[in-house]
């Protein structure tokens, strides 16, 4: 694995991996500017296959399916993403569809997409949990980008212009961090003379510096969600934590793990499910951005049972901040970590997406190991001491149920 500039200054990460047959690319865009409206960026990503000056919808859905090339472009608050998976004699084919895409997109079909966008996300939200979700982290991401959840979305649509959507796509072309990441059997020669060929004349911002600011959450949050026929209560309980690049990072992944990402053997499983029979579904997740992390607990329960799942998650916050991790326990957590790393590099599609992320993380590209390394080292001291320090700082509470059974409990859960 090795790294490398184009002439304009676009770092390119080469994973080679002899004897595959299946070529991937990964081409990320670290935004860093936030959108001003709530969708412009979700939009702008849908526009992306629907044309381009040279190709129609049609053309491009055709020209890949005939080729097996997979392209695809997701959108998240602090980068745009393109991926692409074809076979190896078909590389060149594959970057030039992704040059036209990326650079010569019309961006046509504005009305339409914003009418089916609409219609997703309101047969997204008929979902209990996805109300909840979306209550959530709109709650806890307030008047942040982060924030800008699906019914944001909704209350900003009908403000936002093709000629948004075009000022966005233009800032994010000139604007950007540019890291393309590339894993397959390949001729290191000729992938960067495709590469200078098809994206040599690309804009990258040397100076590049996010302005999405960090997000802060004073004081703890109550969220409610009145919802009649729910059938069973959806609750979420979740604090900001640290990301990626901070020092308790590989200490979270093992707290997670112990409390309630690793399934059947997590706390939370084994005592709200199989203890206390609360439900079907309980867990925690650990969801790192750029600027900040949020740490969140999830059960689905019986609207009777609120109150009982709620100091139930208090209970296990309380082990975790005072009473050490047995090693056993300890071990068994980290062993799980590292074990579902390794389904993270089983693919050149994998590969070339995880490395690219660590680069424009600013963890660098190899930073894998040295992750590894650092959770092999989480001792049962720096748990307690990060459990201490992040689950007593401000929260938010979101609870989707019949209004009964949150007004009966309303007063006693936070």
Not at 360 to 386: H, P, W
Request: aromatic fraction near 8%; hydrophobic fraction near 35%.
């Amino acid at each position: 694995m090795k790294q490398i500039n184009l002439k304009n200054g676009i770092k390119v990460i080469l994973n080679e991996n002899k004897n595959t047959p299946r070529i991937a690319v990964t081409f990320y865009l670290c935004l860093e500017n936030p959108e001003n409206k709530a969708g412009i960026n979700v939009i702008l990503n849908r526009l992306f296959l629907q044309g381009t000056k040279k190709r129609t919808a049609e053309q491009i859905a055709n020209e890949t399916e005939e080729n097996a090339i997979e392209l695809y472009s997701e959108i998240k608050t602090d980068y745009l993403r393109f991926k692409g998976l074809c076979l190896n004699e078909d590389f060149d084919l594959m970057l030039e569809i992704l040059e036209d895409i990326m650079l010569h997109s019309t961006l046509n079909d504005f009305d339409k997409e914003v009418i089916k966008l609409k219609g997703e996300i309101g047969a997204e939200l008929d979902s209990p949990k996805s109300k909840a979700n979306d209550t959530f982290y709109k709650t806890l991401y307030e008047n942040h980008p982060y924030g800008h959840t699906s019914t944001k979305i909704l209350e900003d649509i009908d403000d936002i212009s093709k000629k948004d959507i075009e000022k966005a796509y233009e800032d994010i072309l000139n604007t950007s961090l540019k890291v393309i990441s590339i894993s397959g059997d390949f001729d290191e020669k000729k992938v960067i003379e495709l590469l200078e060929k098809h994206f040599g004349e690309m804009t990258n911002n040397d100076n590049f510096k996010s302005n999405i600011p960090l997000p802060k959450l004073e004081s703890d949050k109550l969220a409610i969600v009145e919802k009649e026929d729910a059938k069973q209560a959806q609750i979420l309980e979740g604090w900001i934590f640290p990301t990626y690049t901070e020092k308790e990072y590989a200490t979270i992944c093992v707290m997670n793990s112990i409390l309630g990402s690793s399934g059947l053997s997590s706390r939370l499983f084994l005592e709200l499910r199989e203890k206390q029979g609360l439900a079907y579904t309980v867990r925690s997740m650990y969801e790192p951005k750029k600027k900040c992390a949020s740490f969140t607990i999830y059960i689905g329960t019986e609207p009777k049972n609120i109150k009982t799942a709620i100091d139930g998650f208090k209970a296990e916050i309380e082990k975790i901040k005072t009473i050490p991790v047995e090693e056993q326990e300890l071990q068994d957590a980290k062993n799980n970590v590292i074990g579902k790393r390794g389904f993270y590099f089983e693919t050149n599609s994998l590969i070339s997406s995880l490395t690219g992320m660590y680069e424009i993380q600013g963890l660098g590209f190899n930073y894998e190991e040295k992750f590894i390394e650092t959770i092999k080292n989480v001792t049962s001291e720096d748990i307690k001491k990060c459990a201490e320090t992040y689950f007593s700082r401000a929260k938010v509470l979101t609870i989707l149920a019949p209004a009964e059974n949150i007004n009966a409990v309303k007063n006693e859960i936070l």
